[in-house]
């Protein structure tokens, strides 16, 4: 890699579409942080946020985004799948890794694959998500079904209401405010329930979703056998977090104030404040952010905590 911080043009140039790994910063001699796709495609709704994110990183900052090859019917698949194409840019390690959204499921199972293989992890930060959020009550993968976990509609159920969880983030991101959100969530909508959006991304990522969501499903569900009880649940997710040493040593969890958080149900709220990690791991380092849930990827306080003690950021910012 060449020495040095890079000139940064305003413009975001995300690749071909068949580009898993798009280079946004070269950054100097340390090891980039490499983040993964929200349930989303970058291109679409991420550009202003990654746009941000971009000017103000000066460590080496890669995304990986949704292309036409990835195996988005299975976690562990997907894990695999990006975890050869990091090795095909990036051979030796140490490795920094991020999340955003529902995609820390994928992390964690990535994280595992780079040190099943000897590989040093030395940074996995998750952005306004944690897995364990997948088993909150009412919104996780049990909901508020009257179904078995291996019937059909509770599988149903979990894709819809997560479709319209992120939908919602999507709407309140900078309070509401944003007309071009507001269109974007329409037009999601529209297309997951059969109608005809204006934007053919919407198609797209509607259809990303919904197997993503699935895959995601049908790894919980996997992971659970015949363990059905919440506590027994959340042992079993604890115990394949806890396998992962990067998740016991370097978790960072970064939680927006209007972000996934309010699709808590409000009894529970306190108790999950930190998205259930601390029901999973001890002592992870759970920073609190304002925002919303794509906002807060321009937020400086997460650019500052991405790059600690890999760069002097905090004189750019």
Known sequence: MPIGIPNRPSTLNLGHGTDTIVKLVQGGTEPPLIMLHSKSEFHFYLVPELTMLKSLFTTGFWAIQVTPDAPLHSIPAQAEFYFEKIKEEQPRGPY???????????????????????????????????????????????????????????????????????????????????????????????????????????????????????????????????????????????????????VRAVAQVYIASTGVVLEVPPQHRLEWADLGARKCIEHPRVVFLEGGHFEILSNPELVRGLQAGFTLVEAKL
């Not at 209401?161 to 991101?173: E, V």
């Not at 992971?223 to 396998?243: F, H, K, Q």
Request: hydrophobic share 45%; proline share 4%.
């Open 96 to 246: 920094r890794l991020a999340a955003v959204s529902a995609t820390s499921i994928v992390l964690v199972e990535l994280a595992r694959i780079f040190e099943a293989q000897g590989d040093s992890v030395i940074q996995l930060a998750f952005i306004d998500h944690f897995p364990s959020l997948l088993i909150c009550p009412e919104i996780g993968i049990q909901g508020d079904q009257e179904y078995p976990l291996d019937d059909p509609r509770t599988r149903r159920a979990f894709i819809t209401n997560s479709f319209h969880s992120a939908a919602t983030f999507l709407r309140n991101d900078g309070y509401g405010t944003s007309q071009k959100r507001r269109k974007q969530t329409q037009m999601l909508l529209a297309a997951f329930y059969g109608g005809e959006p204006t934007n053919h991304f919407a198609k797209i990522n509607t259809s990303v979703m919904e197997r993503y969501l699935g895959a995601v499903f049908d790894f919980l569900v996997s992971m659970a056998a015949d363990r059905v009880e919440p506590t027994e649940l959340m042992a079993t997710l604890a115990a394949w977090l806890g396998s992962v040493r990067a």
